[in-house]
């Protein structure tokens, strides 16, 4: 069982660089047809300073976290998880070129069908290089345990 007193754990911050070529790639993938996310003067006449992050762009992001140890310290077992649930809340655009750093904590930790689900939802604050608060991130993961 995933130990509930990890509840509200702060865990280690990371730095990642929203890299232009990255963020055309991303907009491929999801099927964006808006030139803003691939073309930068066409981004620019859209009164763009660059490159916009596509939408969910800050999911794959997070992903980079250097440390992950975390997980294993709260009893998380990679092979038996599933993604539950992701929720953005935007507070400004981030661009091509940006430094965003990430800044997480375990909101929460609970069970359902008497534990053979455990849920942990983890909470993050994205800010840009000059601190301004770009989106608040929530996810969810769930373990199997049966």
Do not use: C
């Amino acid at each position: 069982m995933i130990d509930k007193q990890f509840i509200g754990k702060q865990l280690p911050a990371f730095r990642a660089v929203a890299e232009a070529g990255r963020l055309r790639f991303f907009a491929k993938a999801i099927g964006e047809t808006n030139p803003v996310y691939f073309d930068e003067s066409a981004a620019r006449d859209a009164g763009h300073p660059g490159l916009p992050l596509p939408p969910t762009f800050l999911f794959s992001l997070e992903f980079e976290q250097p440390d992950a140890s975390w997980r294993d310290e709260i009893g998380i077992e990679l092979p038996r998880i599933l993604h539950g649930e992701q929720n953005f809340t935007y507070h400004r655009l981030a661009y091509a070129g940006d430094v965003l750093l990430f800044e997480s904590r375990i909101a929460d930790i609970y069970d359902k069908k008497g534990g053979l689900l455990e849920f942990v939802a983890r909470e993050t604050r994205v800010t840009n290089q000059s601190g301004e608060h770009v989106a608040d991130l929530r996810s969810v993961i769930v373990q199997r345990n049966g």
